[in-house]
């Protein structure tokens, strides 16, 4: 994020600090700043807060607060890391021939996997979720083909689906999920442990322009496909080079 990015205007920093501290709802169900623990995470009185809010954040404080509100430079690492080893992975199992490791057939990793938009009701934020699609499930269509303890866990802290695709296999959904939220970098914000625990810091602001999951899916089977094409095409280069018996 940085300090031209819209995320940063007045009137989203409540917002955005709303998510990252412990916060309260007011009577429309709506998240809603606690002054008090702003200020004492940032070591500024509650005037200083209120003032921000008003008016934006000094350049000189940037730095205290994206270390408050937004994700680490190492997680954001980890995920361009996580990104290049699914496309990898993408390669080998959109290959033709390729037999799927002992590993990813244990884990269900070749096999269709959801991935959801949820959003956090009252706090304005988006967190997108990768769970194992249940095949049984999928063919009856209707509610998102995935167990109940799964389900749970996605809506947890109140959270609503508000978007959500089948992939063919778990890392073309982490492909979606990662270039999503690499999409939505300046509009990024950490969530605080009492909202969210597991995937607290892939939110981001619910207004975040970015395409769909739809087009996301489209763009990777796109990229499947491609796969498929050039290891057929070598298949048969290479067959033909083959001096026949």
């Known amino acids: 994020m940085t300090a031209s990015s819209p995320a940063w205007d ?5 917002i955005i600090l709303a998510n990252a501290l412990p916060s309260a709802l007011d009577r429309h169900g709506t998240r809603i700043l606690r002054t008090h623990a702003a ?25 205290d607060l994206k270390q408050i509100i937004y994700p680490s430079t190492a997680i954001l690492e980890q995920e361009q890391r996580d990104l290049r080893a699914a496309y990898r992975a993408l390669e080998e199992l ?13 884990m269900g990793w070749h096999e269709p996997h959801v991935v959801a938009v949820t959003t956090l009701q009252g706090a304005k934020v988006c967190v997108p979720r990768v769970t194992l699609a249940l095949e049984s499930r999928i063919r009856r269509g209707g509610e998102l083909p995935i167990s109940i303890e799964a389900s749970r866990a996605m809506r947890r802290g109140g959270a609503v689906v508000t978007e959500a695709v089948i992939t063919p296999n778990r890392f073309a959904a982490q492909i979606i999920r990662l270039e999503l939220l690499a999409q939505v970098t300046d509009w990024r914000v950490q969530i605080h442990s009492s909202l969210l625990g597991k995937g607290a810091s892939q939110g981001f602001l619910e207004e975040a322009p970015r395409t ?33 018996s």
């Open 10 to 14: 007045d009137r989203r920093l409540a």
């Open 39 to 63: 200020a004492e995470a940032l070591g500024v009185s509650d005037s200083t807060i209120r003032r921000w809010i008003r008016h934006g954040v000094p350049l000189r404080r940037l730095d």
């Open 94 to 106: 959109a290959g033709i021939g390729f037999t799927p490791p002992a590993q990813w057939r244990t």
């Open 212 to 244: 769909t999951l739809r087009s996301h899916l489209t763009r990777t089977r796109r990229r499947m496909a491609e796969i498929r094409r050039r290891a057929a095409a070598q298949q048969q280069e290479q067959s033909e080079l083959t001096p026949s």
